[in-house]
């Protein structure tokens, strides 16, 4: 009599390491699993939960100043590296793991710091209102035994170079790979390190006012952007030493960045409150609006990875933003945090540095439910799969609900509910206009109205 036995290799039902997890044997075939999708469901529902309830994004504040934080800039290529300036005319350098200060600069210009940026070599240029830019080296020293100077030789430094202007400087930008760097006051002039004079200034025929702030493109760094107080953005080409483009926009721009992945497109940062994107080839109007903040946006960045970028307003918080979405996908405040003047991404796209009135340059994560030390393997992947599951059910309302759901300080809730009041309001009031004109105008799209004019 022959009898047919069902036999199971015990090597496949345990693990082939030490420490490896039992494998499972899982039966795909859907008829099998009437439910799946509810409990794919229960799981997404439980990850946004778990997103929101891990979400503490603040890791810790850099002291030193007295005054508010204007600026704030990070050494290129180096991770642990950034530089602050204040209203009280000091400079800090600090390293990020430690949270110390590096060097400390008091007195380093008389009034307001208006704007820096490293130079190569591990140097720092700075410039104020007192008309001066200056020069400094920033890199630690030894005395030849191995023991790093002390923080009085440190503090006592001089600047290395000091570069003189007739007018008060209001920003700075330093070329990405040749020793000039470029300063914005009543024109734009371009500067040598190794010439007390500027080598060319550059500005529009017909422009009358300062320039506020001013960047180097990453890629084509011949080509430099500023924007000015008469509510103008332009195109500068330092090889011709001519402004070759300008537009006038509807609200004068306070803050601006170059996308670092790609080189034509720039941000933008209002005093109407948006955030706008836009394309170097098609200035006639912006590729993106990014509403959210409740009052003018003074700071913004672009993430190292060119995806992402960050803005920080005179409302007090900070806005965290995908390029894709024109809504913000989280907002970080403070119960003492003031109003925000700077705002930049670390280089390794993992933290948020702000700089606010109240003195204090704040460290952020760039997610507010992300880890910090070492993560097992499981756990990240655990993590990515959770990550999945909240992205496919975003459009399920309860999911949704949770996922995107913020809470704002009172002061700032109130403010964006009078603004939005205040929006239909005007929308309302356009629109019966349109309809009750004698002439009838088609309704103008709200991207049209962003620039006025482009002038070339």
């Not at 529902?45 to 508010?68: C, I, Q, T, W, Y």
């Not at 759901?405 to 349109?434: D, G, S, W």
Request: charged share 30%; aromatic share 8%.
């Amino acid at each position: 009599m022959k009898i047919s036995v069902l036999h199971h290799a015990p090597a496949h039902h345990l693990p082939l390491r030490s420490g490896d997890p039992t494998p499972v044997s899982r039966n795909l075939d859907p008829a099998v699993h009437p439910f799946a999708r509810a409990r794919e469901r229960a799981r997404a529902l439980n990850a946004a939960k778990l997103e929101r309830m891990f979400s503490k994004p603040f890791v810790g504040a850099l002291d030193g100043h007295v005054d508010g934080v204007y600026c704030i800039v990070k050494k290129p290529g180096v991770l642990n590296t950034i530089a602050s300036g204040s209203g009280d005319g000091g400079v800090i350098v600090y390293d990020l793991p430690t949270r110390e200060k590096v060097l400390r600069f008091p007195g380093a210009h008389k009034g307001v710091v208006s704007g820096m940026a490293f130079a190569e070599e591990g140097r720092l240029l700075s410039c104020g209102i007192d008309k001066l830019v200056k020069l400094w080296d920033v890199q630690a020293t030894s005395d030849g035994d191995g023991f790093v100077e002390d923080v009085e030789r440190r503090t006592a430094r001089k600047p290395v170079a000091v570069f003189p202007g007739k007018v008060a400087f209001n920003c700075i930008d330093h070329h990405r790979s040749d020793q000039i760097f470029a300063t914005g006051s009543d024109v734009v002039h371009v500067w040598d390190e190794n010439k007390s004079a500027p080598v060319s200034t550059m500005s529009f025929p017909t422009t009358v006012e300062s320039v506020t702030t001013l960047k180097f493109n990453w890629s084509e760094t011949s080509i430099l952007a500023s924007t000015g107080s008469d509510r103008t953005f332009t195109l500068y080409d330092i090889r011709t030493g001519k402004a070759e483009r300008r537009i006038v926009l509807a609200m004068r721009a306070n803050a601006l960045s170059w996308n670092p992945t790609f080189p034509t497109k720039f941000l933008l940062g209002s005093e109407d409150h948006n955030v706008y994107a836009f394309d170097i080839r098609r200035l006639e109007k912006p590729t993106g609006i990014y509403k959210g903040h409740a009052a003018a946006v003074m700071s913004c960045d672009w993430s190292p990875t060119g995806t992402e970028f960050v803005s920080g307003s005179w409302d007090r918080t900070i806005r965290l933003w995908n390029d894709t979405d024109r809504v913000s996908k989280d907002v970080y405040h403070g119960r003492r945090m003031q109003r925000v003047f700077a705002t930049t991404y670390s280089n390794d796209a993992r933290f948020i540095l702000s700089g606010s009135d109240d003195g204090n340059v704040r460290i952020w994560k760039a997610r507010a439910s992300e880890k910090l030390g070492a993560v097992h393997a499981r756990e990240v992947a655990a993590k990515r799969y959770r990550d999945k599951l909240r992205e496919r059910w975003r459009p399920d309302p309860e999911v949704g609900k949770v996922d995107r759901r913020r809470f704002l300080p009172k002061p700032v809730k109130l403010a964006v509910e009078r603004k939005r009041e205040m929006l239909e309001t005007r929308k309302r009031k356009e629109e019966l206009a349109r309809k009750h004109a004698r002439v009838k105008k088609e309704r103008k799209p709200e991207s049209e109205k962003v620039v006025i004019a482009e002038q070339e």
